[in-house]
């Protein structure tokens, strides 16, 4: 259900044809490398926080090899990176864990693109469930997530 609610999202975009609901799961960086045949960097992550309010919530979208930086986040951010609990995740992004994705979300959900994904043409995030994804530039990801801005809250998985 979650992917077409992403599809009619990205009809405003002429996005929504592009979506690939994948025979295999793309619940992570590596399965939807995999998947999709590409790195895994360059597959685009959407990360999910708890906001400073409650119930608001902060999406970082970030390359596949990159993590968090704690200190970076909360300097950012001004607070604490935390991210919700299982169970909370789909009531404030819109989408279970493992579709979780910058698109559709609910008015509570703020979305950031981590720099990390600039270094590439297209990226692959999620398109609302653990088997799909949808190739974008950076500049089509920034339009169609709604995008606040571009942050470097990120540092490379060691």
């Known amino acids: 259900m979650s992917v077409e609610k992403v599809r009619e999202y990205l009809k405003e975009f002429h996005k929504d044809q592009d979506i690939q609901v994948l025979s295999e799961s793309s619940a992570t960086v590596e ?23 409650e119930g608001t919530c902060v999406l970082v979208v970030t390359a596949g090899d990159q993590k968090v930086d704690n200190s970076k986040f909360k300097h950012f951010f001004g607070m604490k990176a935390k991210m919700p609990k299982g169970d909370e995740v789909e009531k404030l992004t819109g989408h279970a864990p493992g579709g979780v994705c910058p698109f559709a979300n609910p008015p509570h959900t703020a979305v950031y693109l981590d720099t990390s994904m600039k270094r590439f043409d297209t990226v692959f995030p999620a398109a609302g469930s653990g088997n799909s994804a949808v190739e974008m530039t950076c500049d089509e990801l920034f339009a169609c997530s709604g995008a606040r801005e571009w942050v470097d809250v990120c540092k490379p998985i060691q």
């Open 31 to 53: 399965l939807a490398a995999k998947a999709v045949g590409v790195e895994p960097a360059r597959i685009a992550k959407t990360l999910s926080f708890c906001g400073k309010e």
